[in-house]
């Protein structure tokens, strides 16, 4: 089986640590591929980092040439672009977000979102309502450490999601879901702390990625999904003729 990780920013280094994560996670004989847009933000945090993230996205997917892939995971926590995706593509498309919420409704009543800055939450709570799985989000809490400020410090960073963990589990979270995919890794050490079960969307999505594929599944032609309609689209400032 093969699965392509689609990083939302260019920043390569990043798109190796989700990689590593997406590995650890998935099963002897899964493949993980890690695909990083040649063009878009280098860290998305905003409104406006999101929307190009997920156009550079698609078109990183609409011009993917390497081995046929089983399974799409996309790692951005709140970013846009899953319907589309799921419209472009042909294989199972998994958001490491909703894979995160869907995976910490089943192990308690009540979650909560530790994330980055504090401008992201707002996009996170609405990818959870679009994905129907905010009625059990207690809380989205900011670090106020940016995206490309996680891997610099890693102590901070652990400091940094234990006191906002700490407020979420006031606001009554019983599971905590690392807001980022660039926090992967943190989900061991911090449950074992915190008390709590800890879930990384990354290795999340794997692994219902792999099973949507061993089940024969993916996403339905019927209605919302459909394929995209067959027209003119330029992507991209149109050259010169």
């Known amino acids: 089986m093969r699965i392509v990780v689609t990083n939302c920013n260019t920043t390569p280094e990043m798109t190796e640590e989700i990689v590593q994560g997406a590995r650890s996670a998935a099963a002897p004989g899964t493949t993980v591929t890690g695909l990083t ?15 190009l993230s997920a156009a550079a ?46 995976l910490a409704c089943l ?16 996009q996170i709570e609405d990818s959870l309502e679009t994905a129907r799985v905010a009625r059990n989000c207690a809380a989205v809490l900011g670090t106020g450490l940016a995206v490309l400020d996680l891997a610099t410090d890693p102590a901070r960073t652990e400091s940094a999601f234990l006191t906002a963990a700490e407020r979420a589990r006031a606001a009554g979270a019983e599971v ?20 709590l079960p800890v879930v990384d969307g990354v290795g999340a999505a794997v692994k219902l990625a ?23 689209r330029v992507w991209g400032r149109p050259q010169p003729t």
């Open 176 to 195: 905590l879901v690392l807001g980022c995919a660039g926090m992967t890794g943190l989900q061991r050490t911090l449950s074992e702390k915190l008390r």
């Open 37 to 51: 847009p040649v063009w878009g933000p280098e860290s998305a945090e905003g409104w406006l980092d999101s929307h």
């Open 107 to 122: 192990l308690g009543r009540r979650y909560g979102v530790v994330t980055t800055l504090d401008r992201s939450r707002g």
């Open 210 to 232: 792999e099973s949507l594929v061993t089940l024969n599944l993916t996403t339905s032609r019927a209605g919302s999904y459909a394929r995209p309609l067959p027209k003119r």
């Open 57 to 102: 996205v698609l078109d990183t997917l609409r011009t993917y040439d390497g081995p046929p892939y089983d399974a799409v995971v996309m790692a951005g926590f709140g970013e846009h672009g899953r319907e589309g995706v799921r419209e472009l593509v042909d294989a199972p498309v998994v958001d490491i977000t909703e894979a995160a919420a869907h």
